[in-house]
Nanobody, 123 residues
Framework: VQLQASGGGLVQAGGSLRLSCAAS????????MGWFRQAPGKEREFVAA????????YYADSVKGRFTISRDNAKNTVYLQMNSLKPEDTAVYYC?????????????????WGQGTLVTVSS
């Protein structure tokens, strides 16, 4: 699976962005998907995850109620809708694919990673 993240950019605090992650291959619907982020000088951290069917989702406490993960298996794409953005959301955002569907917030359980897209939130 090859993953291509897009949709990052510069936005003011309180604004919104939608990230997309397009996947290659016909097995996309069999993977759970996750979004992670890495701010300068910090470890990569979990943001959100979604099951292969889209029926289950899981969020980091820091984004719960503001971010929504979704997927369209017909388009081989997973999305991250980000609302009420804060300066502390500034980071490079990565999408990742999990074959087991069991990794959820555990970074090391993901098998494939996209290249990342930069989100900058100004105050």
């Amino acid at each position: 699976v090859q993953l291509q993240a897009s949709g990052g950019g510069l936005v003011q605090a309180g604004g919104s962005l939608r990230l997309s992650c397009a996947a290659s291959g016909r097995t996309f619907s069999s993977y759970a998907m996750g979004w992670f982020r890495q701010a300068p000088g910090k470890e990569r951290e979990f943001v959100a995850a979604i099951s292969w069917s889209g029926g289950s989702t899981y969020y980091a406490d820091s984004v719960k109620g503001r971010f929504t993960i979704s997927r369209d298996n017909a388009k081989n794409t997973v999305y991250l809708q980000m609302n009420s953005l804060k300066p502390e959301d500034t980071a490079v955002y990565y999408c990742a694919a999990d074959r087991t569907g069991l990794s959820w917030g555990t970074k090391k359980g993901y098998d494939y990673w996209g290249q990342g897209t930069l989100v900058t939130v100004s105050s």
